[in-house]
């Protein structure tokens, strides 16, 4: 009997279910399978691809992960305050709302006290050379014939038609640059506060979602178990450092205030943030707090006094203090944290050197506690 076939030449009938896989996807699982258990050089290659796209992707889609990161980050530190207020019987949205409106009054309260004093250190940075000319006697003319060729370079100079020369404006100054970004850092900022209340709010039921979905009933108790462990341990950690820097932002201010230097909680919040960053951090604050100083201060004795009462404290918290509280169990390795520097700040600029420690952090706090990943714990300090 004739078995009728369709124009194209093809069979009227559907394959069954144990039927043969059609060519690509024998393909895909010949791929797959050769990915797995065949040859470990196209593994290698394999894997660095994939290690090179994640990089780019990290780089290229800034915009999008970061404000996810920082709001990642924030979530986690602000999680034990809403569980706080959780035991108090406040409802677990409303004590999210509640924390992030704390959170949003308290930036923006700091930024109302500093903007103004900030502005105006700006403004008198471009007083500096002229500054370290007369406190410089000795390198007062090479220095003056620096600034005239500088000066000369900053200004085009063109005839017009009335012989009269016309000198071009200069640029945009520095704090004209600051300020005009302060638009899209509101803009990130509002999404990342809207980010955060989600994930305070509605985060732990998310991620209970997702463990159901994926995770088979046997192993979801162990997973959920080491993702609690992981999260109050990366919280824990989030939480002291940041007590840490605002203790030492606070005694910073106090010292400064003590000194004479104009704008204590200024140099204090700089002395705060910026130790997020070892090593780095308190190199860039003790420069910004001796130029400051500079600028102010008359006599040698009188300008190295800020910039060295800054140090001290920098040294004394981070030799002592903080190795104290943290332990050496989380104590990283400084050749991988200026790699996750040069890395971050690759990829998104300051935000991400601020953020490459913690990152770092919580990745190795990670690894510690996934047994598969124990082993590349010590690639990270």
């Known amino acids: 009997?004739?078995?009728?076939?369709?124009?194209?030449?093809?069979?009227?009938?559907?394959?069954?279910p144990g039927a043969p896989a059609g060519h690509g996807e024998r393909g895909v699982l010949r791929f797959l399978r050769l990915l797995v258990l065949g040859d470990s050089e196209l593994r290698r290659s394999v894997y660095i691809l994939l290690v090179l796209a994640i990089l780019y992707t990290l780089y290229l889609a800034?915009?999008?992960?970061?404000?996810?990161?920082?709001?990642?980050?924030?979530?986690?530190?602000l999680h034990p305050i809403v569980g706080l207020l959780t035991r108090l019987r406040v409802p677990h949205s409303l004590g999210a709302g509640i924390v992030v409106v704390?959170?949003?009054?308290?930036?923006?309260?700091?930024?109302?006290?500093?903007?103004?004093?900030?502005?105006?250190?700006?403004?008198?940075?471009?007083?500096?050379?002229?500054?370290?000319?007369?406190?410089?006697?000795?390198?007062?003319?090479s220095i003056e014939r620096a600034r005239e060729t500088t000066e000369a370079l900053r200004q085009l100079t063109a005839i017009g038609d009335d012989g009269a020369a016309l000198v071009v404006v200069d640029g945009p100054s520095l704090t004209e640059q600051v300020l005009g970004q302060a638009r899209d850092t509101i803009f990130t900022l509002s999404i990342v506060v809207v980010m955060v209340f989600f994930l305070l709010a509605k985060g732990a039921d998310t991620l209970n979602q997702v463990q159901a979905s994926f995770i088979d009933a046997a192993s979801r108790e162990r997973w959920s178990r080491l993702m609690v462990d992981i999260r109050r341990?990366?919280?824990?950690?989030?939480?002291?450092?940041?007590?840490?820097?605002?203790?030492?932002?606070?005694?910073?201010?106090?010292?400064?205030?003590?000194?004479?230097?104009?704008?204590?909680?200024?140099?204090?919040?700089?002395?705060?943030?910026?130790?997020?960053?070892?090593?780095?951090?308190?190199?860039?604050?003790?420069?910004?707090?001796?130029?400051?100083s500079m600028l102010t201060f008359g006599g040698w004795l009188t300008i190295l006094l800020p910039p060295?009462?800054?140090?001290?404290?920098?040294?004394?918290?981070?030799?002592?203090?903080?190795?104290?509280?943290?332990?050496?169990?989380?104590?990283?390795?400084p050749i991988t944290v200026f790699i996750f520097f040069l890395f971050w700040g690759w990829a998104w600029g300051v935000p991400g050197v601020l953020?490459?420690?913690?990152?770092?952090?919580?990745?190795?706090?990670?690894?510690?506690?996934?047994?598969?990943?124990?082993?590349?714990?010590?690639l990270l300090g």
């Open 355 to 378: 953020m490459a420690v913690p990152i770092l952090a919580v990745l190795k706090i990670t690894f510690s506690h996934i047994p598969q990943l124990k082993r590349y714990r010590v």
């Open 308 to 333: 060295a009462a800054y140090l001290s404290l920098a040294i004394l918290e981070g030799n002592f203090i903080t190795p104290l509280i943290i332990g050496h169990r989380l104590t990283l390795n």
């Open 62 to 77: 800034q915009g999008v992960l970061l404000p996810v990161f920082l709001s990642v980050f924030l979530s986690i530190l």
């Open 1 to 16: 009997m004739a078995v009728e076939r369709k124009p194209g030449g093809t069979d009227d009938a559907t394959p069954s």
């Open 233 to 292: 341990e990366i919280s824990r950690y989030l939480l002291t450092i940041t007590i840490i820097n605002i203790v030492l932002g606070g005694c910073v201010s106090l010292a400064m205030w003590m000194i004479g230097m104009p704008s204590p909680l200024l140099w204090g919040a700089i002395a705060g943030i910026m130790n997020f960053m070892p090593y780095v951090g308190p190199t860039v604050t003790t420069l910004i707090i001796g130029t400051a």
């Open 102 to 141: 704390a959170l949003v009054a308290a930036l923006g309260l700091g930024v109302y006290q500093l903007s103004t004093p900030a502005v105006e250190w700006l403004d008198r940075g471009s007083l500096l050379p002229e500054q370290i000319t007369l406190k410089l006697e000795a390198l007062r003319e």
